[in-house]
């Protein structure tokens, strides 16, 4: 009878703390890593052995900013995060929570902004949801067949809602009663109780209700006052957990709210991070802020982290749909109106042309879109000819406005005419010493959102590679253990949950990594089946990179490709209680 379930033998092994790695062998057993040898042991003591000859042997991935909340409840296997070596994903961000509000509202609050089809989630809510509080929330996802561990956020945006009504929950009058801010309270510390991490929010206003009933109104959670969000975060203190939150970007100012939350004076200090360090092409200030805001609440007592993407953010559009165009007027315009034909007539029109060209040359105003269509490439459009090229030179050709062009190729091809741009990480010397800020946490893929956008599933590779590359070119940006670690134990630890780390005893989340896979083109794109959805989604294919990923100790991943029982059969992920206080 073999001692081990599974034995991997011979590769670099990574601890998730940021330890030396070595050449060592791992046992596993009944879940967890029973044994870490230095000499090779006997292939008998094991029924499983795997080679890892050449291969980093790593503590599973974390992905600790996700929107699979609809995904996880019809296709819960959240393969394409899963064959990317990441074993614990984090949902519930952005305000965004499908926990307490009823059906229709939690589709509502949730589809426009992640860009998910309505049609699609409404009806996967009305076929499962039955829960509508914290507790009965956990129970269901505590007997779900995931893939990866699950880890989540009480959103706001599903908070607020629940309790005040979708309608009164965007009304800019209405604020909630002392008796709706206690129900708030109470089911927080609900959640809170129940393992959650904490609370997100959100501040950004171009993030938009769907459905008929309060089509176009910012989310709920924009809506309250910082009162309402500071009797939140005392509790949120009061348990050492998480305040996720996003800024208003027309008001950077509005920052200080959170720092002021944050600082350690007289009382423990409020962990909280936001989105997001980024190098902007149209506002290269935010990112020297972002370093001094970190910077002053840390010193000051704070544990604040910024999230940060370590890739370029590039985005894609089909058409005028695109959430940038949210954040100035003449955008948000096109984009509340839902009929193509009424759009069509807008675009055309020529006092609002004047408003979009206005809209397009003021350089100055808070933005994240750099607003030039000159860094926009054309990547499909029935008329094949404009394909590859950008639109600024394409309407200097034809003698005309480049937002005229565009406006008018919006008319005639509609969703049909695709293009993408990047609108920041685009200088690789940046975005190597932002990777290696302390106050940053490496994350922000919004994996299972913008099904034909942005969202980035071999995250954690991306990162690797760019510190794998530093290194062969001589200008290392830190070790390969300061870097998994990253990705690992470091976030793990901060947020409190027991996972990140692959020590004797430890839950054996693992994921064995070719190094020579990192050599490929990772920001490569291609269309894949959403399971259960009907749907083609934009995803990232990594061949001969990730060769095997263990949850709990069952193969997940075998030779890249994942296991057929992965979130059919329980046994591999589970819901992660925050609190985990580590040893030492």
């Not at 830190?478 to 470091?490: N, P, Y």
Request: hydrophobic share 40%.
């Amino acid at each position: 009878m073999s001692l081990y379930d599974t034995l991997i033998i011979g590769g670099r092994y990574f601890d998730g703390t940021g330890a030396e790695s070595r050449i060592a062998h791992i046992a596993v057993h009944e879940g967890r890593v029973a044994r870490v040898f230095d000499e090779k042991p006997d292939p008998a003591l094991a029924s499983n052995v795997i080679d890892a000859s050449g291969c980093w042997v790593t503590p599973g991935f974390l992905d600790t900013h996700t929107h699979y909340d609809a995904e996880l409840l019809v296709s819960p296997a959240l393969s394409e995060s899963v064959r990317h070596g990441v074993t614990t994903v984090l949902i519930g961000s952005c305000s965004l929570s499908m926990v307490c509000s009823e059906a229709e509202d939690a589709s509502d609050i949730f589809t426009r902004v992640e860009t998910v089809p309505r049609e699609k989630v409404l009806p996967i809510l009305q076929a499962h949801k039955q829960w509508n509080t914290p507790a009965l929330w956990v129970d269901f996802i505590k007997n779900h067949p995931l893939g990866p561990n699950v880890i989540s956020f009480l959103g706001h945006s599903d908070l607020r809602t629940a309790v005040m009504g979708l309608h009164r929950a965007t009304d800019r009058t209405v604020r909630p009663t002392a008796q709706e801010q206690q129900q708030m309270e109470n089911l927080l510390e609900e959640a809170l109780q129940q393992g959650f991490l904490g609370l997100s929010t959100m501040c950004l206003k171009w993030d938009k209700v769907d459905g008929d009933r309060e089509w176009s109104k910012s989310l709920p959670s924009t809506y309250a006052r910082w009162p309402e969000v500071s009797r939140l975060n005392r509790l949120l203190r009061r348990y050492d957990r998480v305040h996720q939150g996003a800024p208003n970007a027309a008001n950077p100012l509005q920052v200080t709210q959170y720092l002021r939350e944050t600082l350690g004076w007289l009382r423990k200090p409020l962990k909280t991070t936001l989105i997001a360090m980024i190098d902007l092409k149209g506002n290269p200030t935010v990112r020297p802020m972002a370093s001094l805001v970190s910077r002053i609440a840390n010193s000051f007592g704070g544990n604040f982290r910024w999230q940060l993407l370590p890739t370029p953010f590039t985005v894609y559009a089909d058409g005028m749909d695109i959430v940038l165009f949210e954040e100035f007027g003449a955008g948000e315009m096109a984009l509340d109106l839902r009929d193509q034909l009424e759009r069509n007539e807008l675009l055309k029109d020529e006092g609002y042309r004047r408003k979009f060209r206005k809209f397009y040359r003021e350089k100055l105003s808070p933005r994240v879109w750099q607003r030039d269509f000159g860094d926009a490439i054309i990547l499909d459009c029935p008329d094949q000819s404009v394909v590859g090229r950008n639109f600024a030179e394409l309407a200097l050709e034809r003698g005309i406005h480049v937002v005229d062009f565009f406006l008018d190729m919006v008319v005639s091809h509609g969703r049909a005419l695709r293009w993408y741009t990047v609108v920041g990480n685009h200088r690789k010397d940046r975005l190597s010493k932002m990777v290696a800020h302390p106050d940053a946490l490496i994350t922000f893929s919004d994996a299972g959102a913008h099904i034909r956008n942005m969202a980035f599933y071999n995250l954690p590779l991306r990162f690797l590679k760019l510190v794998l590359e530093s290194q062969q070119q001589d200008q290392p940006i830190m070790s390969l253990e300061r870097a998994v670690h990253r990705l690992t134990g470091e976030q793990a630890d901060w947020f409190g949950i027991d996972a990140g780390h692959i020590r004797e005893g430890d839950r054996a989340d693992i994921t064995i990594l070719d190094p020579r896979g990192l050599s490929q083109d990772l920001e490569q794109v291609e269309w894949a089946e959403m399971e259960n959805f009907g749907l083609k989604r934009m995803v990232n294919r990594v061949p001969g990179c990730i060769r095997h990923v263990f949850i709990n100790g069952r193969l997940a991943v075998s030779d890249g490709v994942p296991e057929a029982d992965l979130g059919k059969k329980t046994g591999f992920g589970r819901f992660l209680q925050a609190g985990y206080r580590p040893a030492g």
